[in-house]
């Protein structure tokens, strides 16, 4: 911006009185300012989630702004394709260290939540033993592998059986407080099942003793608002 001020100043005396070079200036003015003139090419992917202000601060040579800051504690709603609309329930303890473009490593801690039988809200305490999982994010978007795993029945509101399944949750950070994606895999035990076209949506927590008792269960609901019964959002018409 200086050098353009400069420019302008450079043109008053040049209208006023003709200098006999005024050209060779013009052009000896513009070779000297051309890095001035130089507008850097914006490092933001404008398809990944918006990013908080980040101010001048911070930014140094060798580390650039930070990425979202999703550190915190979610309730993780799996929503499978054997009984739509009676999720799987977790707290989720995420520790991430992302940059600016959305890549880095993530650590989620997943803690089961019991349920009763066809509840989504009762009693929901942590049950079981946890599932820790680190999996690498690239431009905002994750797998987390479970492998094979098991859930105990205390935290499945479908059957109350163990639950014996080889899946992994594959999405992408939509905001500071929100993740979502679809499901992959198959469950083992009790039954055989196929989990494609099941969902998950995982949204923050304010502590760990929170328990909103409607809350979304997929991508499309993940803005929306709670509609009047208990349990996932309504889903998208």
Same mark, same amino acid.
């Given at each position: 911006?200086?050098?353009?001020?400069?420019?302008?100043?450079?043109?008053?005396?040049?209208?006023?009185?003709?200098? /006999?070079?005024? &050209? $060779?200036?013009?052009? $000896?003015?513009?070779?000297?300012? #051309?890095?001035?003139? !130089?507008?850097?090419?914006?490092?933001?992917?404008? *398809?990944?989630? =918006?990013?908080?202000?980040? $101010? +001048? *601060? $911070?930014?140094?040579?060798? !580390?650039?702004?930070?990425?979202?800051?999703?550190?915190?504690?979610?309730?993780?709603?799996?929503?499978?394709?054997?009984?739509?609309?009676?999720?799987?329930?977790?707290?989720? !303890?995420?520790?991430?260290?992302?940059?600016? @473009?959305?890549?880095?490593?993530?650590?989620? #801690?997943?803690?089961?939540? +019991?349920?009763?039988?066809? +509840?989504?809200?009762?009693?929901?305490?942590?049950?079981?033993?946890?599932?820790?999982?680190?999996? &690498?994010?690239?431009?905002?978007?994750?797998?987390?592998?479970?492998?094979?795993?098991?859930?105990?029945?205390?935290?499945?509101?479908?059957? *109350?059986?163990?639950? =014996?399944?080889?899946?992994?949750? !594959?999405?992408?950070?939509?905001?500071?407080?929100?993740?979502?994606?679809?499901?992959?895999?198959? =469950?083992?035990? %009790?039954?055989?099942? %196929?989990?494609?076209?099941?969902?998950?949506?995982?949204?923050?927590?304010?502590?760990?003793?929170?328990?909103?008792?409607?809350? /979304?269960? #997929?991508? +499309?609901?993940?803005?929306? @608002?709670?509609?009047?019964?208990?349990?996932?959002?309504?889903?998208?018409?």
């Amino acid at each position: 911006m200086a050098s353009w001020v400069a420019l302008v100043g450079l043109s008053a005396p040049i209208l006023g009185c003709p200098s /006999p070079d005024a &050209e $060779g200036k013009y052009n $000896g003015f513009i070779d000297q300012t #051309e890095d001035d003139r !130089e507008v850097p090419e914006s490092k933001m992917d404008l *398809g990944a989630p =918006v990013l908080p202000d980040f $101010g +001048s *601060g $911070g930014e140094t040579e060798t !580390e650039g702004p930070p990425g979202l800051v999703i550190d915190g504690v979610y309730l993780v709603a799996v929503d499978t394709i054997v009984s739509p609309g009676l999720p799987l329930q977790f707290l989720a !303890e995420v520790t991430a260290e992302l940059d600016a @473009a959305g890549d880095g490593m993530v650590t989620v #801690e997943f803690q089961p939540l +019991s349920l009763d039988p066809m +509840s989504t809200t009762e009693p929901r305490e942590e049950v079981g033993e946890s599932i820790t999982i680190d999996t &690498e994010v690239t431009a905002y978007a994750f797998a987390l592998d479970f492998g094979e795993t098991m859930v105990t029945g205390a935290a499945n509101p479908i059957t *109350g059986s163990d639950i =014996v399944a080889t899946l992994a949750l !594959e999405g992408s950070i939509r905001s500071e407080d929100a993740w979502c994606g679809g499901v992959t895999g198959d =469950v083992e035990s %009790p039954i055989q099942v %196929p989990l494609e076209g099941s969902n998950f949506a995982a949204t923050r927590l304010a502590d760990r003793d929170e328990r909103p008792t409607a809350f /979304p269960c #997929e991508c +499309s609901t993940i803005d929306g @608002a709670p509609g009047p019964m208990n349990g996932c959002f309504p889903q998208s018409g």
